[in-house]
């Protein structure tokens, strides 16, 4: 039935859980999974780190590769065929975009992540992606209160 898994991820607790349950999917249904963190380099972004926008925009992109790495090793532990790829900008419109060129069947994301400024609305980016994508979304809960 999914042939391709978007695995989206901010390196929260909550998109770890959500990245499990992808990856259960992914087995069931022998499906390739790309695991997407999009390192959000805007104004916004540079405001989370100290230093000059330089440093704040390198400092991002390497968590958020570190992010990917971490669940493209547990997918490739579970013997799928898994690419990692580090995206930048609004992550609820670069992420839409990277699904449609790919191709995915389905996304499995979490109901909330790390938080931030431009996240203060519960789940924003789950919530663009739900209402405004045209590709199928599993939205994993967590199961825990804490973010």
Known sequence: MFETILIPTDGSEHAESAAETAIELATVHNAA????????????????????AASAEDAMRGQAQAYVDTIVERAEAADLEVTGTVLEG?????????????????????????????????????DHIVRFGDIPVFVANSGTESD
Do not use: K, N
Request: charge should be negative; proline fraction near 7%; glycine fraction near 14%.
């Open 33 to 52: 999974v790309h695991v997407v963190c999009v390192a959000d380099t805007g104004p916004l972004g540079e405001l989370r780190l100290p230093g000059d």
């Open 90 to 126: 609004p992550p609820e419109h670069e992420l839409l975009e990277y699904a449609d060129d790919v191709g995915v069947d389905l996304i499995v994301m979490a109901t909330r992540g790390r938080g931030g400024v431009q996240r203060m609305a519960m789940g924003s980016v789950t």
